[in-house]
């Protein structure tokens, strides 16, 4: 009987990790969609560098999520399963 809670857990510790790992991005794109001004002398710094830089910005928001996110989560998880 304990077995079978431990491994639900498991499966519902691994439900919540899918899906809190894609956050980062998601709340950063929100930003990036409501700070967004018509008038292009008011863009804010970090918009205007991400509209200039699509490629770069994508490529930092995989290395934050995926890189940095799941080497996060192996440390809460004390499991190097890579």
């Given at each position: ?15 919540l ?9 998601i ?56």
């Amino acid at each position: 009987m304990l077995l079978i809670f431990s491994e639900s857990n498991m499966a519902l510790k691994n439900v919540l990790i899918a899906f809190m790992a894609p956050l980062p991005s998601i709340i950063f794109y929100i930003y990036f969609l409501n700070n967004h001004q018509n008038d292009h002398l008011i863009l804010s710094p970090l918009w205007n560098w991400c509209y200039h830089h699509p490629l770069i910005l994508a490529n930092t928001l995989f290395f934050l999520n995926i890189d940095v996110g799941f080497w996060l989560i192996s440390l809460l998880q004390s499991s190097n399963w890579v």
